[in-house]
């Protein structure tokens, strides 16, 4: 027999682990990974394959020559990066796009803060946005989805919010736009059909990821829940107010990344506040923020912003949002 | 079904040793009974070296208000009384005693007949409870005469019998109520009496069926006592997590049990108390389990106090090949036993035998702001943070501002946490560092 | 164009200086009155913070000094009597001199000599381990080997030695401010002064268990046997609680008590060695020492029990 061992309490520890959370996330992604690529073929794997192997190269140059420290590569969270950001890229972006992206994501904006659990911001978005600035055209070249590994036709279509913000802009009414784009029904978005980043074709591939990740304890439902009611609240009272400028809920909440950033993106341990009261406020905060955007901003989609802006408050929640403690409240 | 509001975790019960029914364990040639089995001064010795003693006599007197008196497990003579390693290696004062054969006190009344009548006012009772040296047998081990004498101006409402027995696999709460269901209800309602007629509630998880029948069928001539089923959830039997499910009142910060009118003991406890108003008994002798999926026969037995723990092993089947940690206690709030010579006590409820697959450490990885622990947390607290700021050193104020010392350090946060991080090893120390500081501060 | 540069410009330089001119007289409002000798005396401090002084950080320690009449016992004894007469020569006192001190581990319980008698699984901190129980080996008193006092140090001056398993203190680099000592929960680290060339002579061990249990434990424990008590010519060493004690301050570095110990728990540190390696000198009188320990113990049991 060995040494015995001695150490304090508890001697048990329950089946969570880091490794096991992130290959849930991965997972829960993994319906809509494949719908993307059933829908954009050849070139949405090719970027995924650019995305997650440049993400996970990058850590490992970084940990293994800059910080010589322990490679973390495989305890997956940078592979969920990599599967993020490919599904927020247009489907025909160029897979240079992806690299870069890629590099961005990991290197600055979660290794410069000192690797995992260290970043404010979200990796993944972080790389979509710098690409959105940097690479205008190529970020915003929408494909419309395509039957199985099709040929990429790489000039049909933007998507359902760039159309509307067009059409408004150009003086016509949301009932008008929507008239002339039959696909627009809020029915054909749940099951895929709309213009958008890779991980957007289908609505329900992401909800049901929303529920394994539930059932799998691995997030909690009250930032995705928070922000779709915020959002849900907002678009209902604007549309009513001015139905032929504002488009109502439904088409809000399927439209977009709203539902990944809302999923996925915006829940993402790191970057999210601890305690259910912040939750609330942060999810409540990224409704907000979206809305506002893509009313009254000039792009037409403000998920990611919105997400970005959310994660500085994370700290900030995190210091007066309190968990509710035992033994100072309901006394009799 | 109800439970308790805050946190919690969901542990594997392994509750593997249920079906073995409690089996006296003769004492061995050689006991050292601890003068220190209770929370507060450790007990006086009264004997020497060369004396005889009986079993059940004191051996050990309290040497303060928050004390006990020890008694004599075996009948023998005195080998020495010397300072003897605890579990945990430290010394502390021990009586020897060499067994000669097994006479009792002639006043303990061993016959199996319940006594129901309970005879005696408050006061009678009160002193019997301090002579025979109950104390709380969940594993805090506070004098339960102190605990049922609640100072001038406060009252009991409740009586809490506790039966949750929340921790993984001890099953010697869930024994003793399934074998002993009518002494356990009688004591309750002495200590109910001594509380001036309180109601009285036994609290048993719903992993224990058979326990809740029992005790169900042994409460029917007792209008007072009622028995309620807890929903599974670590950690129920916590007094205050107990608290909170029964009465949805929770315990300020700071105060005690006893000033939301709730007095919790555990049913241990409550039957060494019928044994020792009823039957004149000392506490002597406990069940204790003796489990873990390596032992090849996990048992409850009755020991007596004193035992060496490799002694109780022994007659478990002995030290298995794969076995890494001896834990006495459970494996939440157990403690790791550095000594296998140490001996049982008032409080050892179990020992507890796990592989190094089941018990060792992963290696720590970073913080990945989860928030599991803020979640599981029973005491709202956020262990993250209060590691973080123990770590930065000497951040008492914020940890304080935090409120680190209603930290029960019942492990949840480092059970629950994916990256491994030793989160209660470091708020225990800083928890006993504000301590320290707060009650300097009382002082001046 | 040019409008637009130009009231730009106008705009901006405004604004510019009614904030400068409204933070000008909110300075003055809330000017803290300070005496300008704490400056002064901090910038000869060394500046690490420490607190080995007993003072808060440096600046907590210049304001002691200002604020006190005489110097008295106020030292940093990072800066030692150089900075002290700095300090004195700013302030117009006199300073006080004080002898270096140095952090000596008293204890000698390494892998060879007191072997794990079971396996630490937790947090590797001292502290914690301390409060968990009696340790990892049989000795209840020894080093724990967790590197709390290395962690403490602020000047690198302790590194804990792989092999041995225990913290070394690298004299020319010790401040002697204290930190390592008060990190310490065994209380193994002692500061105290050395003697010419650094030189020391130091009872290794810090276990007061019986002799039999301590030689038990570990092969270079103090016996409590008082054999270096009695060779003493100084009246130095003090036999307590089955423990000799050197009084550094009484101590002239004869080293007769080194030779007489039979478990090679005094040491000498310093001192030129010939013959031997000097890195191997600690280790070589304990292994000598160890097969004669047999006879010594048996005595030693008889005048502890």
């Known amino acids: 027999m060995a040494k015995t061992i001695v150490s304090p309490a508890p001697h048990v520890h329950s089946e969570f682990s880091t490794v096991r959370l992130m290959r849930d996330v991965l997972i829960a992604l993994a319906p809509a990974v494949l719908v993307s690529l059933y829908f954009y073929g050849w070139n949405a794997l090719l970027l995924l394959v650019c995305c997650v192997a440049t993400c996970m190269l990058v850590q490992f140059l970084i940990e293994k020559y800059m910080m010589k420290c322990p490679v973390t590569v495989m305890d997956c969270s940078c592979i969920v990066t990599g599967v993020l950001l490919a599904l927020n890229l247009p489907p025909a972006a160029p897979w240079w796009v992806a690299v870069i992206g890629s590099v961005v994501a990991i290197g600055i904006a979660k290794m410069t803060f000192g690797g995992l659990g260290q970043n404010v911001f979200n990796p993944a978005l972080v790389g979509r946005v710098f690409l959105l600035i940097s690479f205008p055209v190529a970020m915003t070249t929408w494909t419309a989805p395509q039957s199985w590994f099709g040929g990429v036709d790489a000039f049909s279509g933007a998507t359902p919010l760039a159309l509307i913000n067009e059409g408004v802009r150009n003086g016509q009414t949301v009932q008008e736009i929507l008239a002339a784009n039959p696909g627009l029904t809020p029915a054909q978005m749940l099951f895929a059909r709309a213009g958008g980043s890779a991980g957007e074709a289908s609505v329900i591939a992401l909800l049901i990821g929303f529920v394994y990740l539930l059932c799998r304890k691995v997030i909690k439902p009250h930032i995705p829940v928070a922000i779709w009611v915020t959002v849900a609240v907002m678009t209902g009272i604007f549309s009513l107010c001015n139905p032929a400028e504002y488009t109502g809920p439904l088409f809000n909440l399927f439209t977009g990344g709203l539902m990944l950033g809302s999923i996925f993106m915006a829940t993402d341990y790191v970057t999210s506040p601890m305690t259910d009261k912040g939750m609330i406020i942060f999810g409540v905060g990224i409704g907000v923020l979206t809305v506002l955007i893509r009313y009254f901003g000039s792009y037409p989609e403000g998920v990611s912003f919105a997400i970005l802006i959310m994660n500085l408050t994370v700290p900030l929640l995190n210091k007066y949002c309190k968990p509710v403690r035992y033994g100072y409240g309901r006394r009799k | 079904m109800i439970t308790f509001k805050i946190g919690g975790v969901h542990p594997h019960d392994n509750k593997i040793a249920k079906e073995a029914a409690i089996a006296p364990l003769a004492p061995p040639a050689k006991v050292a009974i601890s003068m220190a089995q209770h929370l507060g001064a450790p007990a006086t010795p009264v004997v020497a070296k060369g004396d005889k003693v009986l079993v059940g006599q004191v051996i050990g007197e309290p040497s303060g208000f928050i004390s006990g008196f020890v008694h004599s497990s075996v009948s023998g003579t005195v080998a020495a009384v010397e300072p003897r390693a605890d579990i945990a290696g430290n010394l502390v004062p021990h009586v020897v005693i060499d067994v000669e054969g097994d006479e009792w006190d002639p006043a303990i009344d061993r016959s199996e007949a319940i006594v129901k009548e309970i005879k005696g006012t408050r006061e009678e009772i009160l002193d019997k409870i301090k002579a025979c040296g109950i104390v709380g047998m969940g594993g805090a081990t506070f004098p339960t005469h102190v605990k049922l004498n609640p100072p001038a101006g406060k009252t009991a409402e409740f009586l809490i019998i506790n039966g949750a027995e929340c921790e993984p696999y001890v099953t010697a709460d869930d024994r003793l109520m399934r074998e002993k269901p009518e002494g356990i209800v009688i004591g309750a309602a002495i200590m109910a009496k001594v509380l001036g007629g309180c109601k009285c509630f036994i609290c048993i998880e719903e992993n224990k069926p058979e326990a809740i029948a029992a005790m169900q069928k042994a409460c029917s001539g007792y209008p007072g006592i009622e028995v309620l089923k807890l929903k599974k959830k670590y950690p129920q039997g916590g007094e205050k997590q107990l608290i909170d499910a029964v009465t949805h009142r929770q315990v300020p910060s700071g105060a005690l049990p006893i000033d939301t009118g709730c007095v919790v003991q555990n049913v241990a406890t409550s039957y060494a108390v019928y044994e020792a108003v009823q039957k004149n008994k000392p506490l002597f002798e406990r069940a204790m389990t003796v489990t873990g999926q390596c032992v090849p026969e996990p048992r409850n037995f009755l020991v007596r106090l004193g035992t060496p723990l490799s002694f109780v092993l022994e007659a478990a089947g002995g030290v298995p090949e794969d076995a890494a940690k001896f834990i006495s206690g459970g494996p939440m709030m157990g403690k790791a036993v550095a000594n296998m010579d140490a001996t049982t006590q008032k409080g050892s409820s179990c020992l507890l035998l796990l592989t190094e697959e089941q018990t060792r450490r992963k290696p720590e990885s970073n913080c990945i702001r989860c928030g599991k622990c803020t979640d599981a947390c029973p005491m709202g607290l956020e262990p993250w943070l209060l590691n973080k700021l123990s770590r930065a050193g000497g951040q008492y104020e914020a940890l304080e501002e935090n409120k680190i010392f209603d930290c029960i350090e019942c492990g949840c946060c480092l059970y629950t946490c994916p990256a491994n991080i030793p989160l209660l090893d470091m708020i225990r120390i800083n928890k006993a560092e504000v301590m320290k500081i707060i009650r300097s501060r009382a002082k001046k | ?305």
């Open chain 3, 1 to 305: 164009m040019n409008s637009t540069l130009l009231a730009t410009i106008v705009i901006l330089t405004v604004i510019g200086i009614v904030v400068a001119v409204v933070l000008y007289f909110v300075a003055q409002k809330f000017k803290v009155e300070e005496d300008e000798r704490i400056d002064l005396v901090e910038a000869c401090l060394p500046g690490a913070n420490c607190g080995g002084c007993g003072s808060a950080g440096c600046r907590d320690f210049a304001q002691r000094v200002v604020a006190a009449p005489e110097i008295g016992s106020l030292f940093c004894p990072v800066g030692g009597n150089d900075v002290m007469q700095k300090v004195a020569k700013v302030l117009g006192r006199e300073a006080v001199a004080q002898k270096k001190m140095v952090a000596v581990v008293r204890c000698n319980g390494t892998c060879e000599n007191r072997p794990r008698t079971n396996d630490y699984d937790g947090l590797a901190s001292c502290k914690v381990k301390a409060a968990l129980y009696s340790g990892d080996t049989g000795c209840r008193y020894g080093c724990l080997g967790c590197g709390d006092c290395v962690a403490a140090c602020k000047f690198g001056a302790i590194k804990m030695n792989p092999e041995t398993g225990l913290p070394e203190v690298d004299v020319t680099k010790c401040t002697g401010c204290g930190a390592c000592a008060a990190a310490c929960p065994r209380g193994i680290i002692e500061l105290r002064t050395t003697g010419p060339k650094d030189r020391m002579v130091v009872v290794l061990c810090n276990s007061k268990d019986k002799g039999a249990v301590a030689r038990k434990a570990c092969k270079a424990a103090c016996i409590g046997c008082a054999k270096c008590q009695k060779v003493c010519p100084f009246e130095a060493i003090k036999v307590e609680n089955n423990l000799a004690y050197i009084d550094f301050n009484v101590c002239k570095l004869c080293t007769k008590c080194v030779s007489e110990c039979p478990t090679g728990a005094i040491h000498k540190f310093n001192f030129p060695e010939k013959p031997a390696a000097p890195a191997a000198a600690p280790a070589a009188p304990v292994e000598k020492a160890a097969p004669a320990a047999v006879k010594p113990e048996v005595k030693a049991k008889e005048v502890t029990e």
